[in-house]
C-alpha cells in the first residue's frame, strides 16, 4: 500500500530533509567549505540545497559576510527543529536496530521538589555502568507528563500519583512508601515527647500546597496542638538544607536527610504516626521500551529507601 507524505500547511510541498541535511551541517560546522568537504560534494551542491531550503521556507537561513555564515533569527529557530530531528532519527535507528542501549540516554523527568536522595537511588544502578547513558531533566508534574506522552522521555518520577486519562496511558506504579519524621540536631532528641513537646519548638515544615503538609496540619489540629513555622518550603534540596543548618525541628521524609542521619548531623526525634511520603514513576505503553528501565522499575523499596554507609565528607 503506498502511503503520500503528509502535506505542509496551505498545500505547501513536504519539506525536503536532503536540504534539510546540508543546511545542518554547514550550520554545525559553522563553515561551508569544510561542510562540502566532509560531505565530498562541491560548494556549489551544498549553497543550491540551502537556498532551495530557504526559498521553501520563505526565510534566509544565514547572513553572509564574506566568507563567514551567520545564522539568522529563522536560522536558529530551524538548526533547533533540525537537531531535535536527526537526533530522533539517530534514536529511531538505534532502537529498531536492537542497539538503543549503547546508544541513547535513559530520559528520566523528576518532579522539581522530589527528594534529590530518592532521584539518586533511582538512577544509581545506571552510574558507572560502562555504555550507559542518563539525561535527568527536572520541571513540573504536568509539563513532565506531556514530555513523556510525546516521547521525549522514558519515565517520570512523581510523589504524586497519576491517575489514567482518556488519550493517555499512563502506568503508574509506586516505587516506594516511608514514614515522615520530625529530625533536628542530637541535642533536641533528648526526652522529645510526640505531640507534646512540638510547641516548644519552631517548624520548618513543607510549603502549604505540599499534601504531607495538608495532613501535617490536619494530624495537629485533631491533637490540638499549635505549632510555630518558622519556614515554609516547597523543594525537597532547600528543606534538607535549612533542617541542617537551622536551629528549628523540620518534617520531612527520612531519604530526604539520609545522609545527615548516617552522620549524625540530624537525628530522627519521632516518626509522625500515620504520615507517609510515596514515591512513584509514570511510563506509558510503548512498543519499544528503554532496555535499561525495565530493571529500575522491578528493583524492592527497601534497596530504594536503604540507608547504606555513612557519606564520605
Not at 120 to 128: C, D, M, W
Amino acid at each position: 500500500m503506498r502511503t503520500s507524505l503528509p502535506r505542509a500547511p496551505d498545500g505547501a510541498p513536504p519539506l525536503n530533509f536532503h536540504h534539510l541535511h546540508y543546511f545542518w551541517a554547514v550550520a554545525t560546522d559553522g563553515n561551508l567549505t569544510r561542510t562540502a568537504e566532509r560531505l565530498r560534494v562541491s560548494q556549489s551542491a551544498v549553497s543550491a540545497q540551502i537556498r532551495q531550503l530557504e526559498a521553501q521556507l520563505g526565510q534566509a537561513l544565514f547572513l553572509r559576510e564574506g566568507r563567514r555564515l551567520t545564522l539568522t533569527e529563522a536560522g536558529r529557530l530551524t538548526l533547533e527543529h533540525a537537531q531535535r530531528i536527526f537526533e530522533a532519527g539517530g534514536e529511531l535507528l538505534a532502537t529498531l536496530g536492537g542497539g538503543r542501549d549503547a546508544l541513547a540516554p535513559l530520559r528520566v523527568g523528576a518532579v522539581a521538589t522530589l527528594s534529590r536522595n530518592f532521584q539518586e537511588s533511582f538512577v544509581r544502578p545506571l552510574l558507572g555502568r560502562e555504555g550507559a547513558r542518563l539525561r535527568l531533566v527536572s520541571g513540573s508534574l504536568e509539563e513532565l507528563l506531556r514530555l513523556l506522552g510525546d516521547h521525549h522521555l522514558d519515565v517520570v518520577l512523581s510523589n504524586r500519583p497519576v491517575r489514567r486519562e482518556e488519550g493517555q496511558r499512563w502506568r503508574c506504579r509506586r516505587m516506594a512508601r516511608q514514614g515522615v519524621s520530625i529530625v533536628g540536631k542530637p541535642t533536641a532528641r533528648r526526652g522529645f515527647r510526640f505531640p507534646e513537646d512540638l510547641e516548644k519548638f519552631e517548624l520548618i515544615l513543607p510549603g502549604p500546597n505540599n499534601e504531607l503538609r495538608t495532613e501535617f496540619d490536619a494530624l495537629c489540629e485533631r491533637l490540638e496542638v499549635r505549632v510555630r513555622v518558622m519556614a515554609e518550603v516547597d523543594d525537597m534540596a532547600t528543606l534538607r538544607l535549612l533542617a541542617r543548618d537551622a536551629a528549628a525541628l523540620t518534617l520531612v521524609p527520612t531519604i530526604v536527610v539520609r545522609d545527615e542521619l548516617k552522620t549524625g548531623a540530624l537525628a530522627a526525634l519521632c516518626v509522625v504516626p500515620g504520615l507517609f511520603e510515596s514515591f512513584y514513576a509514570v511510563t506509558v505503553d510503548r512498543q519499544f521500551p528503554h532496555p535499561s528501565l525495565r530493571p529500575l522499575l522491578g528493583r524492592a523499596e527497601a534497596e530504594m529507601l536503604e540507608m547504606g554507609p555513612p557519606a564520605a565528607r
